[in-house]
């Protein structure tokens, strides 16, 4: 999943820098699903920021070409995956469309915008993934369109069990640029968190459901 150790060191040092990842382990978030988290991570924060946004697309379009070759098209998962997919597609000279998390409700009600044609090869953009969810929601909607999955890419992963899982049920090969294990290395190395605070961390990677609880 992950190509190069020091960009996803580098990545990971960048959204700290940003606070598109918030570390709180003694007072943590609570997401939709009920669950007590430690960290909380809003990667759209990434497009504020010219530096880090260059560089995150950089390594995008790196890991693309190295790992899959060229694609025909770039899809982004909306919403998060579309601004920065939209720059992916454009450093690459390549087509760019997105799926929606639903089709529209009038028009055309397309679950898919953009211009594209059946046995093209495709590849999906997120911005995270934790359980892989909506991003597999996206990639059956562009083959049920007759679109050709290559891999998907995203910014950054927790390496939940759950979601290694769902990508191999669903024959998709995915990487990131950098992962929950990365960030946490990264975090200790700028005194962002303790080494008592990375075993908290660590309990609540391997059960998250009951972590805090």
């Known amino acids: ?62 890991v693309i070409l190295e790992k899959y070759g060229k694609p025909d098209v770039i899809a982004g998962v909306a919403t998060g995956g579309i601004a920065i997919g939209a720059l992916v597609a454009e450093e690459l000279g390549l087509p760019f469309i997105y799926v929606r998390s639903s089709a529209k409700a009038h028009g055309m009600q397309n679950l898919i915008e953009g211009a594209y044609e059946k046995g093209q090869n495709v590849i999906v953009i997120e911005d995270l993934i934790s359980t892989g969810g909506s991003s597999l929601k996206a990639v059956d909607a562009l083959r049920s369109s007759g679109l050709t999955i290559k891999g998907l890419v995203a910014i950054f992963s927790y390496n939940f069990s759950t979601a290694i899982e769902n ?46 609880k």
């Not at 150790?5 to 606070?19: G, N």
């Not at 992962?179 to 962002?192: F, G, M, R, S």
């Open 1 to 62: 999943m992950i190509l190069n150790k020091d960009k996803a060191l580098k990545v990971a040092e960048f959204l700290l820098q940003i606070k598109a990842v918030k570390l709180q382990p003694s007072d943590p978030f609570i997401w939709a699903s009920g669950w007590h988290s430690p960290i909380y991570c809003d990667n759209r924060k990434v497009l504020s920021y010219p530096k880090v946004r260059t560089y995150i697309r950089q390594v995008f379009v790196e």
């Open 167 to 212: 990508f191999e049920n669903h024959q998709c090969d995915y990487s990131v640029l950098t992962d929950y294990d990365h960030l946490i290395t990264q975090a200790i190395e700028e005194n962002y968190i303790t080494k008592y605070d990375k075993e908290s961390l660590t309990q609540w990677r391997e059960s998250p459901e009951t972590w805090n």
